[in-house]
């Protein structure tokens, strides 16, 4: 639904296109209920977040690519494509670029130039071409108003790359907080060496030490036993360790089950 009336728009040179663009312009709080319900999504534990991140990268994307060459093109529309002459907007310098007719893309599908669907894409890939700022159309803004638009998709470029840097590739490549607290602490182990003047077999012992223990702790489970309520805790620990108890009950039979609780609790593999 969202491009249907920019085909049409593309398609009738000859209606009344400045009013109905700017109509368009009612469209944008949309925008507010998608990021809405990404935030929503953002929040429920069982969407993978890498994922979500992905998705929402991409709409962004293509929604930017949609309204820059959208408003683009409206600026060529506004100039008019009277002639070719290449002061005029940017459509035409493409045209000339390109080796083009003139009437492939100044004039609408019905009066001999290209489809809608093609001038669509024409939109697109300008959209894409600004936000990448690659120059391969080989068109410069001519005309004060895609001078002043650059400029501020020039800034949405760098919007949307602080973005990418900042919170997408932190969804994408996310590092493991322990190991990076590891790597942190072994580095305060090197410091603590280097301040002393050990020696290279004692700062070799330490480091390994250290690895040992780091290695340990990641295959003790009592960090996820320690997020658990009690009656949890006490039933896990009957299905692992109950047999044990039951086995012996000329010691345990006549025990408090308080204290066999207890006991089970502390037991480990």
Same mark, same amino acid.
């Given at each position: 639904?969202?491009?249907?009336?920019?085909?049409?728009?593309?398609?009738?040179?000859?209606?009344?296109?400045?009013?109905?663009?700017?109509?368009?312009?009612?469209?944008?709080? @949309?925008?507010?209920?998608?990021?809405?319900?990404?935030?929503?999504?953002?929040?429920?534990?069982?969407?993978?977040?890498?994922?979500?991140?992905?998705?929402?990268?991409? &709409?962004?994307?293509?929604?930017? =690519?949609?309204?820059?060459?959208?408003?683009?093109? +409206?600026?060529?529309?506004?100039?008019?494509? !009277?002639?070719?002459?290449?002061?005029?907007?940017?459509?035409?310098?493409?045209?000339?670029?390109?080796?083009?007719?003139?009437?492939?893309?100044?004039?609408?599908?019905?009066?001999?130039?290209? &489809?809608?669907?093609?001038?669509?894409? &024409?939109?697109?890939?300008?959209?894409?071409?600004?936000?990448?700022?690659?120059?391969? !159309?080989?068109?410069?803004?001519?005309?004060?108003?895609?001078?002043?638009?650059?400029?501020?998709?020039? +800034?949405?470029?760098?919007?949307?790359?602080?973005?990418?840097?900042?919170? /997408?590739?932190?969804?994408?490549?996310?590092?493991?907080? &322990?190991?990076?607290?590891?790597?942190?602490?072994?580095?305060?182990?090197?410091?603590?060496?280097?301040?002393?003047? /050990?020696?290279?077999?004692?700062?070799? @012992?330490?480091?390994?030490?250290?690895?040992?223990?780091? #290695?340990?702790?990641? #295959?003790?489970?009592?960090?996820?036993?320690?997020?658990?309520?009690?009656?949890?805790?006490?039933?896990?620990?009957?299905?692992?360790?109950?047999?044990?108890?039951?086995?012996?009950?000329?010691?345990?039979?006549?025990?408090?089950?308080?204290?066999?609780?207890?006991?089970? =609790? !502390?037991? @480990?593999?």
């Amino acid at each position: 639904m969202l491009v249907v009336p920019t085909f049409w728009a593309l398609n009738s040179f000859y209606a009344p296109t400045v009013v109905f663009w700017c109509s368009q312009l009612l469209r944008l709080p @949309r925008i507010g209920g998608i990021l809405s319900f990404f935030s929503t999504k953002e929040l429920d534990n069982s969407v993978n977040i890498s994922t979500l991140a992905s998705v929402k990268f991409v &709409l962004m994307i293509f929604l930017a =690519m949609h309204w820059v060459g959208s408003l683009f093109y +409206f600026l060529a529309i506004v100039a008019s494509f !009277e002639d070719t002459d290449l002061w005029q907007s940017w459509v035409p310098q493409y045209v000339d670029v390109n080796g083009m007719e003139a009437t492939d893309w100044t004039l609408s599908a019905s009066e001999g130039g290209r &489809l809608s669907s093609t001038s669509y894409l &024409l939109c697109i890939y300008k959209g894409l071409n600004m936000l990448t700022n690659l120059g391969y !159309e080989g068109v410069s803004p001519r005309r004060y108003e895609e001078l002043v638009f650059s400029v501020v998709v020039i +800034f949405v470029q760098m919007v949307i790359e602080a973005y990418i840097l900042g919170t /997408l590739f932190h969804y994408l490549v996310k590092p493991d907080p &322990l190991e990076e607290a590891f790597t942190i602490f072994m580095q305060k182990v090197d410091q603590y060496c280097k301040t002393r003047h /050990l020696p290279a077999q004692l700062h070799k @012992r330490l480091r390994d030490y250290f690895a040992f223990q780091h #290695q340990k702790r990641r #295959q003790d489970d009592s960090s996820v036993a320690a997020f658990l309520p009690h009656t949890l805790r006490v039933s896990i620990s009957s299905y692992l360790y109950g047999h044990l108890l039951r086995r012996n009950r000329f010691l345990f039979g006549d025990c408090n089950p308080q204290f066999n609780t207890m006991l089970l =609790m !502390e037991l @480990r593999e």
